[in-house]
């Protein structure tokens, strides 16, 4: 029985540090944009494509029109080679949520995570952009965050990941699915560290 319970806390203490882990949000503490320090509003939001793109791009529609930023940046090419690309379909869910091209940017060849961050670096560039909130699944948040702070010297990156989509939530640890991302996760995060990661 002892050995159970010692079993029980282990695995509580391993999946809640994970999930801390593996999920910033430097907009915890924020009940809105300037309500105190760290809650500034950035110069533009952008989210990553992958996972659950959909409910990523939601996620920045939601924080652009609580007037977070007022640039929204989508980044990532097509997953299916003869479509569009994966961040015109993001564009194309803004704009069916009533925001205007001229706030849009896109970046559409990246195909991972390590891509994401290198080449938005130009899009900063031209645009002004000196701090950005970054949008992806809360498994991938950490990663996401580390890639983007290494390639932009110059820019301030916030975190803010999605709750929940449909490979992550609250119930992650109790799927097969959400250990492997986890796991998975957590090994490309030691790899970022030693110059590894893709």
């Not at 809640?16 to 533009?44: F, H, I, M, T």
């Not at 961050?117 to 560039?125: C, H, N, P, V």
């Not at 490979?167 to 998975?184: D, E, M």
């Amino acid at each position: 029985m002892k050995a159970f319970l010692i079993g029980i806390i282990a695995f509580v203490v391993i999946a809640a540090g994970l999930a801390l882990y593996l999920a910033p949000d430097d907009l915890r503490d924020c009940k809105e944009v300037g309500s105190n320090a760290g809650c500034e509003q950035a110069d533009a939001i952008v989210a990553v494509s992958g996972g659950d793109t959909i409910a990523r791009t939601r996620e920045a529609i939601a924080l652009y029109k609580k007037g977070w930023a007022n640039k929204l940046i989508f980044s990532g090419a097509a997953q299916d080679k003869s479509g569009p690309s994966n961040a015109e379909v993001m564009r194309q869910e803004a704009r069916n949520a009533g925001i205007s091209d001229t706030v849009i940017i896109t970046e559409e060849y990246s195909e991972t995570t390590k891509q994401n961050a290198e080449k938005t670096q130009s899009i900063f560039e031209r645009n002004n952009i000196h701090s950005v909130i970054l949008v992806t699944s809360a498994y991938h948040q950490r990663r996401a965050g580390l890639e983007f702070e290494k390639r932009s010297a110059n820019v301030k990156v916030r975190n803010h990941p999605v709750a929940n989509d449909n490979q992550w939530s609250g119930w992650w640890w109790a799927t097969p699915v959400g250990w492997y991302l986890a796991v998975s996760e957590f090994m490309k995060v030691m790899l970022f560290y030693v110059g590894g990661t893709r």
